[in-house]
């Protein structure tokens, strides 16, 4: 038996002649003579008819085609998507050079290496059955779907805005807007003019992800370029509050002031069927914002370390608990995976600032001291404790371990602010009583409680100190100042090391006495 395309001498159990490649047995017809030939022959056997030129071919009877299109499908574009390559991969990679036109080995080989990837799209119908049929006889899993609805979800495309973010919404008692939804894919494509997505073969109305915090830096740029607009990623504490929508929960309120849930809520491990899904498909939270609890996380602009920023939400892939309002996670800023995305947030404008310059620069004294005279307290922390700590952190820009501090010293009331504006003193107080917590507004300037200002001064190790005492001593720090233990071991190669400011004086000496039964020198001051 001989190739048909080379000549060379082949036997039956031969997949492919060993001097030109040629598929056996042949599986491919020749358009010109309608020879049979193998999908990975250049030429056609009988006729010499290059197949490179099969395009052209059908081109030309393109009429038919299209007639035939109409009569079996409504969407006439579809797409093959390689979805496995099984176990002959050299056979998949020699049809997909033919598929794709490439003829670079690494642009093919890096097809197959990042699956599912598409292989070609806005094919006839009749196209898309030869190459879902060749990948088949390769022994590939593949899938044709249709270039206007991905997934079958027809109404994708069609759900997207016309503009290049998502809209806008106005978070109720803070200065600030968050994307309704996600970016999408084809929000993404549309300013950077490419999609960086896993999951690109499911609809363009899915969440962009695989986007590194830099790359998202750089998305921002572009779109404010284009739009003339001031986009930026939201802080951690801005994405938890709009989440919550004034919720104590681990899920953000709904409509009709109920806690919301998971399942009619966010994609998680637990319904995603382990992929993203268009965005604005499930229950919003009270403040119409969609997708806060899974399909994907999103960067925020708070970093997490020297190198790595924070993210929040949850994923498509992650379990119902590490998709709570509360959850954040702490990733490189080169990092990019299938489970992250972002959603944009902007400033709102505001009139704030002028007024406050004009209240400033009133020519009634008395009117301005008035004002800048109140002092809030917090008399009351209510059933969550957590809640309250994690408000007042967000409140006064403290670590957790400050803002635990706070909460749990021994004054009463403890004082939080006291000297602020009235509007800011208010702001404070519905934060607070949000979360179950009672707050106290005086219009009296109490002045400056001394019990409340200490902080713990380590001004000595002591010689040759073991590594047990030093961890010892971490952990002590870590627990103050809310960070990891590995990143308080490196605060102790700088003394004399300052933390756990503006805590009470029992809880100074309480923290001094720990240190000090390891041989350190400490300072209360």
């Known amino acids: 038996m001989k190739c048909e395309n080379c000549g060379a001498e082949i036997t039956d159990k031969m997949k492919f002649c060993s001097e030109c490649g040629t598929r056996v047995p042949t599986d491919k017809e020749c358009p010109a003579c309608h020879t049979r030939c193998a999908l990975a022959a250049k030429f056609c056997s009988e006729c010499g008819h290059d197949f490179s030129k099969l395009e052209e071919i059908e081109e030309d009877t393109g009429d038919d085609d299209n007639d035939s299109e109409e009569d079996t499908s409504s969407s006439g574009h579809y797409s093959v998507i390689l979805k496995d390559c099984g176990e002959d991969k050299g056979a998949v990679l020699r049809d997909l050079v033919a598929m794709t036109g490439k003829r670079l080995w690494p642009d093919i080989s890096d097809m197959v290496d990042n699956l599912p990837a598409v292989v070609a799209k806005g094919l006839t119908r009749d196209k898309a059955d030869l190459y ?12 044709i779907v249709a270039d206007e609805d991905g997934d079958g979800d027809s109404d994708d495309d069609d759900s997207s805005p016309g503009e290049p973010y998502p809209e806008m919404v106005d978070i109720p008692g803070r200065n600030f807007k968050l994307g309704c939804t996600p970016v999408t894919q ?60 004034g919720s104590k929960g681990d899920y953000g309120l709904v409509e009709g002031g109920e806690e919301g849930d998971i399942d009619d809520m966010g994609w998680y491990d637990g319904n995603s069927d382990d992929e993203t899904h268009p965005v604005a498909q499930k229950q919003p939270n009270a403040w119409g914002l969609y997708d806060m609890h899974g399909n ?47 959603r944009l947030a902007m400033d709102c404008d505001s009139d704030t600032d002028d007024d406050e310059s004009e209240e400033e620069d009133s020519s009634s004294a008395g009117s301005s001291h008035k004002s800048r005279t109140c002092s809030v307290f917090l008399k009351d922390i209510g059933n969550d404790k957590n809640a309250v700590i994690r408000e007042v952190r967000r409140l006064f820009n403290k670590t957790f371990g400050e803002a635990k501090n706070l909460v749990e010293t021994n004054i009463s009331p403890i004082p939080l602010h006291l000297d602020c504006l009235r509007e800011k003193a208010e702001e404070i107080a519905a934060a607070l009583e949000a979360v179950g917590a009672t707050v106290e507004i005086s219009d009296k300037d109490v002045g400056t409680v001394t019990s409340g200002n200490c902080s713990v001064v380590i001004k000595k190790l002591p010689f040759m100190m073991g590594r047990g005492d030093r961890m010892g001593v971490a952990c002590i720090i870590a627990e103050a100042e809310g960070c990891m233990p590995a990143n308080a071991w490196k605060m102790l190669d700088n003394l004399p090391l300052t933390f756990a400011k503006n805590i009470s004086r029992e809880e100074a000496e309480e923290i001094a006495s720990k240190i000090e039964a390891r041989k350190c020198k400490v300072e209360i001051v």
């Open 296 to 342: 994907v996380s999103t960067w925020c602009a708070d970093a997490s370390g020297p190198s790595s920023h924070v993210v929040c939400g949850g994923g498509f892939n992650f379990d119902a608990g590490s998709c709570t309002a509360t959850y954040r996670n702490g990733c490189e800023s080169d990092c990019s995976d299938n489970w992250i995305g972002l």
């Open 186 to 245: 084809a929000q993404w494509e549309a300013v950077m003019g490419y999609n960086p997505s896993y999951f690109t073969y499911k609809g363009a109305n899915r969440p962009v992800e695989q986007v590194s915090w830099d790359d998202c830096q750089e998305f921002i740029e572009k779109l404010n370029e284009q739009t003339g607009m001031c986009f930026r990623l939201p802080t951690q504490k801005e994405w938890e509050y709009a989440c919550r929508a």
């Open 132 to 143: 879902y049929g060749g990948l088949l006889l390769d022994g590939a899993q593949a899938e």
